[in-house]
C-alpha cells in the first residue's frame, strides 16, 4: 500500500532518529530521497544506511538548519531542482532543551527551542505547500509529541513549540484540503532515540538506565518504542493509501496519552 516508486519525499532532522528510519522505510518502497539536517555527519550516516537497505535510491544530502529561513527555502529550492517536485515532507526536525520547572526555565532556552521546533515546522511548511499547490498534490506530516497533546512538565519550551506544531497542521491542513494536499502530526511519546537517551541523562546523570527503567513503568506497554514503529505510521500518512487522512495528530506512545 505505501509504494513510493518515483515520489520524491523530502524529510528534514533526516540525519538521526526518526528522520533516519523513516527515510530507510520510504526507500525500501521505491521513494526518491532529499535529506535535511544540521548534522553532515548524520546525513552521512542516514545515506549510508539507505543505501544499504536500497542500493539505486536515488538520494540528495542538504545541511540545512531548519530554525533559519533562507535555509529553509534553499533545502526546498534544491529539492524541486533536483527532482522536479515534492510528493512528501516529514517535517521532523526538533531538539528537546534543557529540563527545568518554568521557573528556572531559561528564557534563551525558551527562544532556542521555539526557533527550532515551531518556527521550523512553519517555515518548511511554508515552503513546501507553496510548491504542493501548485502540483495539486502532496502529503506532509510534521512531528508532534506527546508533550504537543497534553502536560509533561519540566518542558516549557518544548511544550509550548509542539503543542504550536499540533495547530499549524490542523491549520494548516483546512487550508489546503482542495488543493489535493493533506496534512497530519505524529505525537510520538517515549520512543528510543538520541533525544530521549539525552533526556534521560538529564533526569539522572549518574544512572541514566535505571531513569529510564523507572520512566517506561507507567506505559500500558513496559516498554519504549522504536524509530522504525513511528517510521511504519510516517510511511503510511506520506503515501496515497492515506489521501483521505487530513488534519489528524496521532499518538504513537503505547497508549501512554490515554491513561489517567
Do not use: C
Request: no cysteine; glycine share 10%; net charge negative.
Amino acid at each position: 500500500m505505501t509504494n513510493f516508486t518515483d515520489k520524491v519525499v523530502l524529510i528534514t532532522g533526516a540525519g538521526s532518529g526518526l528522520g533516519r528510519s523513516t527515510a530507510i522505510a520510504v526507500a525500501a518502497h521505491g521513494a526518491i530521497l532529499a535529506l535535511v539536517d544540521i548534522s553532515e555527519k548524520g546525513l552521512a550516516e542516514t545515506q549510508a544506511a539507505v543505501l544499504e537497505t536500497a542500493p539505486d535510491a536515488k538520494t540528495l544530502v542538504l545541511t540545512a538548519d531548519v530554525s533559519d529561513e533562507p535555509q529553509v527555502e534553499a533545502y526546498v529550492t534544491a529539492t524541486v531542482e533536483a527532482f522536479g517536485r515534492i510528493d512528501g515532507f516529514f517535517n521532523n526536525a526538533g531538539i528537546e532543551g534543557k529540563q527545568n520547572p518554568t521557573e528556572d526555565y531559561n528564557s534563551d532556552e525558551f527562544a532556542k527551542v521555539l526557533s527550532i521546533n515551531l518556527n521550523g515546522v512553519f517555515f518548511g511548511l511554508k515552503h513546501v505547500l507553496a510548491v504542493m499547490k501548485k502540483q495539486n498534490s502532496g502529503h506532509v506530516v510534521n512531528t508532534a509529541s506527546v508533550g504537543g497533546i497534553r502536560g509533561i512538565g519540566n518542558q516549557s519550551g518544548y511544550a509550548a513549540a509542539k503543542h504550536g506544531v499540533v495547530g499549524l497542521t490542523r491549520n494548516s491542513a483546512v487550508e489546503y484540503g482542495e488543493f489535493g494536499v493533506t496534512i497530519n502530526a505524529v505525537a510520538p511519546g517515549a520512543i528510543w532515540t538520541p533525544m530521549v537517551e539525552n533526556s534521560m541523562k538529564q533526569l539522572d546523570a549518574e544512572n541514566p538506565e535505571k531513569a529510564a527503567e523507572q520512566f517506561i513503568q507507567t506505559n500500558p506497554t513496559k516498554r519504549y518504542g522504536k524509530a522504525e514503529e513511528v517510521a511504519a505510521v510516517v510511511a503510511f500518512l506520506l503515501s496515497d493509501a492515506a489521501s483521505y487522512v487530513n488534519a489528524q495528530v496521532i499518538a504513537i506512545d503505547g497508549g501512554q496519552s490515554q491513561k489517567y
